[in-house]
Every structure is written in C-alpha cells, then in structure tokens.
C-alpha cells in the first residue's frame, strides 16, 4: 500500500463504485465499434459484472457516438457511454466542435476533458479546461478531468505539483454537489508500457482528493472517483485497484482489445484483491 491521503475519505473507498473506462482515442470506426461492443459484452456475460461492482464505460470517437448508443440502448448493455472532448461553447460559428449538448442528447454521461494529448497536440490551457468542465456540467455530464506531470516536471518540482495545480485551476468554480470523475495520468506513463508504481499513483491519487476536499469540501472528496491511467493491463490492475485512493482506471491501448480489456473490468477475480 502507498502513502494514505490522511483523509476520511480514503478510508470509505467502499462508498464509491470502482469505474473502468476505456478511452479509444482514434481508433476503431463506428463498424468496427458495434464488433467490439458486441463482442466486449459476450465476454463480460458470464462476469456477472451486471451486478454494479464495477462500472464500465468506453469513449469512442464521435462518430461512433450514435452507433454505439443505438448498440447499448437496444441490447440493453449495461456500459456508460462517453466522449473524447466538448467545445466551451454550447452553439454556433465553431467549426469542428461538437457541443455538450449534442452529447447529453445521445445520452452520453461522461467525457473527457485535458487528457494530455489534447494538452500537448491542441495547446489547451488549464483555463479552457475549466472552461470544458463547466460546458459539461451545464449539460449534465460527467467530466473526467485528465491531469498528469511529464517526466522532466517530475523530476524538476515532484510528483505531485503539477496535477494539484491544473486540477485546483480546472476545479475553479465548480459547485460543492457536482459530480465529478478525476483521472491521474502521467503523461511519461501513457503508451509507453512504462508504468508507474501503485505506490505512485497512490501518491498522487491521494494529492489530487486533497484538492477536492479543499475545494469542494470534505463530502464531494469521499464521493469524488480518482482514476489512475497510463499502461494500465490485466497483469497490473490489481496492484492500483488495492490502493485506497484508486477508485478505477481510464485504459488506452489495453481498452481496444476486447479479452485484455475484460480482464481488466474482472479484475476483482484477480488473486488478492
Ligand atoms: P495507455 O493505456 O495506452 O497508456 O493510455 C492511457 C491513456 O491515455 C488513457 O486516457
């Protein structure tokens, strides 16, 4: 076990529903999300991971969004359904962006916001992150606000400095009762198969509930999902998943293949957990 976040809130871990998101950047068109879908579902059936234990959610492209929500809505498949972005602005001259309220309308509940490749490939700054964060609780979905350090910040101002300071400015604002969803993703972690340690991750985990409870009080802390991402596996689920401040994953690569992924979502089964 690593460093306790010296907060209530860790210790009732129990209290929130572990959530496994798979984030397929751009990959998988929307033919080729109805196979996995499908085929994801067919391997989970007899998990029995219908019973709430563990959340599940995936975040395709947006032109998957529609295919994908017909799929679950239909087959009555019990995954949340999120996307990879939101605009700041709800409508208008914005060529290329897609509003929150486009995804509320497809019963989206989530999307991601500050993942670190639209940090790093689209210059978004901390303050249009708060910006999206706002956009997606007007129309009531769920951010899950992406913060993480590169390797030469690590080294140069410690583990955990930058996550704390995009997310106190990313959380600027944000009413005490919203319900929000926090990935911690080290950014020399993501695609690498260079993982961090459950040690590390526990450490920052702990430090970013921390800002939750300053900002937003002790409550929304207790209730608030931490998530580690980067080089998550079936091998080393487990190992994040027993730490008190790790209420899930948000899983890249290992997202995309369907008996990898459900290992994932199973991890429960694994020894020791
Ligand atoms: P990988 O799991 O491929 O390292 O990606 C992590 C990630 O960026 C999820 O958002």
């Given at each position: 076990?690593?460093?306790?976040?010296?907060?209530?809130?860790?210790?009732?871990?129990?209290?929130?529903?572990?959530?496994?998101?798979?984030n397929?950047?751009?990959?998988?068109?929307?033919?080729?999300?109805?196979?996995?879908?499908?085929?994801l579902?067919?391997?989970?059936?007899?998990?029995?991971?219908?019973?709430?234990?563990?959340?599940?959610?995936?975040f395709?492209?947006?032109?998957?969004?529609?295919?994908?929500q017909?799929?679950?809505?239909?087959?009555?498949?019990?995954?949340?359904?999120?996307?990879?972005?939101v605009?700041?602005?709800?409508?208008?001259?914005?060529t290329?962006?897609?509003s929150?309220?486009?995804?509320?309308?497809?019963?989206?509940?989530?999307?991601?916001?500050?993942?670190?490749?639209?940090?790093?490939?689209?210059?978004?700054?901390?303050?249009?992150?708060?910006?999206?964060v706002?956009?997606?609780?007007?129309?009531?979905?769920?951010?899950?606000?992406?913060?993480?350090?590169?390797?030469?910040?690590?080294?140069?101002?410690?583990?955990?400095?930058?996550?704390?300071?995009?997310?106190?400015?990313?959380l600027?604002?944000?009413?005490a009762?919203?319900?929000?969803?926090?990935?911690?993703?080290?950014?020399?972690?993501?695609?690498?198969?260079?993982?961090?340690?459950?040690?590390?991750?526990?450490?920052?985990?702990?430090a970013?509930?921390?800002?939750?409870?300053?900002?937003?009080g002790?409550?929304?802390?207790?209730?608030?999902r931490?998530?580690y991402?980067?080089?998550?596996?079936?091998?080393n689920?487990?190992?994040?998943?027993?730490?008190?401040d790790?209420?899930?994953?948000?899983?890249?690569?290992?997202?995309?293949?369907?008996?990898?992924?459900?290992?994932?979502?199973?991890?429960?089964k694994?020894?020791?957990?």
């Amino acid at each position: 076990m690593g460093v306790s976040a010296d907060l209530d809130s860790s210790a009732t871990s129990s209290r929130r529903t572990p959530l496994i998101a798979g984030n397929w950047k751009m990959n998988l068109d929307h033919l080729q999300a109805v196979a996995f879908v499908q085929k994801l579902h067919w391997t989970l059936k007899d998990a029995k991971h219908e019973d709430g234990s563990v959340e599940v959610a995936v975040f395709p492209p947006f032109t998957d969004l529609r295919t994908v929500q017909t799929l679950l809505d239909a087959d009555k498949i019990p995954f949340a359904l999120g996307a990879q972005d939101v605009s700041t602005q709800d409508s208008g001259a914005y060529t290329g962006e897609i509003s929150g309220a486009f995804l509320a309308k497809l019963d989206a509940s989530y999307v991601i916001i500050g993942h670190s490749e639209r940090r790093q490939y689209h210059a978004e700054t901390d303050e249009v992150v708060a910006a999206k964060v706002k956009a997606a609780l007007k129309h009531s979905l769920v951010p899950v606000i992406c913060v993480g350090e590169t390797l030469e910040q690590r080294e140069e101002s410690g583990p955990t400095a930058v996550s704390v300071a995009q997310l106190q400015v990313a959380l600027e604002g944000v009413p005490a009762d919203a319900d929000i969803v926090i990935a911690y993703e080290p950014v020399w972690a993501i695609g690498t198969g260079q993982v961090a340690s459950p040690e590390q991750a526990q450490e920052v985990c702990a430090a970013v509930r921390r800002v939750v409870a300053e900002k937003l009080g002790e409550d929304a802390a207790a209730r608030t999902r931490v998530l580690y991402g980067g080089s998550v596996k079936a091998a080393n689920i487990a190992s994040f998943m027993r730490e008190p401040d790790v209420d899930g994953a948000l899983v890249g690569g290992a997202s995309l293949v369907v008996d990898e992924f459900a290992a994932i979502i199973r991890y429960q089964k694994h020894v020791g957990v």
